[in-house]
């Protein structure tokens, strides 16, 4: 009890002289999240290490949790490509990819109509308004250059339909893993303001909805919520009567949250 005591008063000091002594160094990407970038200095480094010793059990778990949400929405997706083929992840991830792709470029642009046609009405404008509209009038353009998709993997499956099979209003929450530049300048002076311009890899939770038989960004989340959707189980239950129909599933109902008679 004594170590644990010792090891939570430890984890609270490191994490209190983390937030004194680290630069605060944040850059920005799509979603108008603010991240803070990895520090310069030796005795930063030398408390990322401690933090990370200390924090490794829960980054493990964290690590699977990720990894066992992936294989049940990857069932989930399967059986679903069953009644729909616009599910199958071939499909969808390569879809993801464009998505990707398109949102970083028209950010990169700062004019997210653009890339209109990859998002949902309501998060292109949403964007624009709360985010872009916002650094404009601040004085302010974000330089953001997307090098490489690392990784992109689905945490949860929501099944919803206008129409028999149709899938319309399906929801896929997907952990996105990329490699890129990413900074806040200062439009009359130049001046780099937040961020750096180096390369460096970043997570974000990205959740795409089936809208008019096309899949569209809708909310992007910080990656520190993969957690939270890492926990919930994929949920294909109005889908329940067409899988039945189709035939057998091949994987158990109680991973894909389907109700049983």
């Not at 005795?43 to 949400?69: N, R």
């Not at 311009?197 to 089936?210: H, P, Q």
Request: charged share 25%; net charge positive.
């Amino acid at each position: 009890m004594k170590k644990i005591l010792y090891l939570l008063c430890l984890g609270l000091i490191v994490c209190v002289v983390c937030n004194f002594a680290l630069p605060d160094v944040t850059y920005a990407a799509p979603g108008g999240m603010i991240v803070k970038a990895a520090t310069k200095t030796w005795y930063g480094k030398a408390i990322v290490i401690i933090l990370t010793i200390i924090f490794l059990p829960l980054l493990l778990y964290i690590m699977v949790k990720e990894k066992v949400a992936s294989n049940r929405a990857s069932k989930a997706l399967t059986e679903l490509a069953k009644i729909n083929n616009i599910f199958r992840w071939t499909v969808l991830n390569q879809r993801a990819y464009e998505v990707i792709t398109h949102v970083y470029y028209a950010w990169k642009k700062s004019d997210v109509s653009q890339a209109t046609e990859w998002m949902t009405d309501w998060y292109w404008q949403n964007q624009k308004i709360t985010v872009l509209d916002e650094w404009e009038s601040e004085g302010l353009s974000n330089y953001c250059k997307l090098n490489k998709i690392l990784s992109v993997k689905p945490l949860y499956v929501e099944y919803n339909e206008k129409t028999t099979g149709d899938g319309e209003g399906s929801r896929v929450v997907l952990l996105v893993k990329v490699k890129l530049i990413d900074y806040l300048i200062n439009d009359k002076t130049g001046e780099v303001v937040e961020g750096d311009k180096k390369n460096k890899n970043f997570e974000s939770v990205w959740t795409l909805l089936l809208e008019e038989g096309q899949w569209k960004l809708t909310l992007i989340e910080e990656g520190a919520l993969s957690l939270r959707y890492a926990k919930m189980k994929s949920d294909i239950e109005g889908a329940n009567q067409h899988l039945k129909a189709g035939g057998d599933s091949t994987c158990s109902k109680a991973d894909l949250n389907i109700k049983t008679d």
